[in-house]
């Protein structure tokens, strides 16, 4: 199991930026794929953006070219640097570690954070 928990969420104004980190530990750290979720109220939970153990990173198309995942495994972060935010962005994000399956599928994640607020405002 790995274990991780997010931080960095907070209020925005429409257009501005926000870095979102998750602290992340455990020996499988290393070799699993990360992803960033989120849920906004009365939504289900969608996928955000994944990076695998070495680095490539994968996108859905309502952030790419706005969001960057990366990830540095000697400090055990992951972490989710969120520019020209919009309104459609308020959510609660959250990190997880990959186990096993498709990379943007929820059921392919096994290990949760608590999550962390994001609100952005118009």
């Known amino acids: 199991q790995v274990q991780v928990a997010e931080s960095g969420g907070g209020l925005v104004q429409a257009g501005g930026s926000l870095r979102l980190s998750c602290a992340a530990s455990?020996?499988?750290?290393?070799?699993?794929?990360m992803g960033w979720f989120r849920q906004a109220p009365g939504e289900e939970r969608e996928y955000v953006a994944a990076?695998?153990?070495?680095?490539?990173?994968y996108y859905s198309d309502s952030v790419k070219g706005r969001f960057i995942i990366s990830r540095d495994n000697a400090k055990g972060t992951v972490d989710l640097q969120m520019t020209n935010l919009k309104p459609e962005d308020t959510a609660v994000y959250y990190c997880?570690?990959?186990?096993?399956?498709?990379?943007?599928?929820?059921?392919?994640?096994?290990?949760w954070g608590q999550g962390t607020q994001v609100t952005v405002s118009s």
């Open positions: 455990g020996r499988k750290f290393r070799v699993s794929t």
């Open positions: 997880a570690a990959h186990n096993e399956g498709y990379y943007y599928l929820i059921d392919s994640y096994n290990s």
């Open positions: 990076i695998s153990w070495n680095g490539l990173s």
